[in-house]
Nanobody, 126 residues
Framework: HVQLVESGGDSVQAGGSLRLSCAAS????????MAWFRQVPGREREGVAG????????GYADSVKGRFTISQNNAKSTVYLQMNNLKPDDTAMYYC????????????????????WGQGTQVTVS
């Protein structure tokens, strides 16, 4: 069972940047594929960015391509989401998610594919 803890959420002005972190424990990143999702109250959870097991490939929602970058540090068992040129529409609770032995599946950004979730970190852009 993998535990995920997100951090880095904050309130920023439009055009600013934030970096979210997701620390994983219980599994090494070589056993997981990872993804970031976000959710606004009253709306479905939306996939933002995913990274394949081992960090070999990534995938992004069209709404964040060119602005967000997902990466991982295997030694720290941490996945990051660098968010640049933030817009008010990026305001949401951001969740880290993992799937054991997921291979490339996390790049599909489907919530139903994920096995474990963090508690979320709030990003507010004004």
């Amino acid at each position: 069972h993998v535990q995920l803890v997100e951090s880095g959420g904050d309130s920023v002005q439009a055009g600013g940047s934030l970096r979210l972190s997701c620390a994983a424990s219980g599994y090494t990143l070589n056993m997981l594929c990872m993804a970031w999702f976000r959710q606004v109250p009253g709306r479905e959870r939306e996939g933002v960015a995913g990274i394949a097991t081992g960090g070999s490939a990534t995938g992004y929602a069209d709404s964040v391509k060119g602005r967000f970058t997902i990466s991982q540090n295997n030694a720290k068992s941490t996945v990051y989401l660098q968010m640049n040129n933030l817009k008010p529409d990026d305001t949401a609770m951001y969740y880290c998610a993992a799937r054991e032995w997921g291979g490339d599946l996390c790049r599909w950004l489907r919530a139903a594919f994920m096995h474990s979730w963090g508690q979320g970190t709030q990003v507010t852009v004004s």
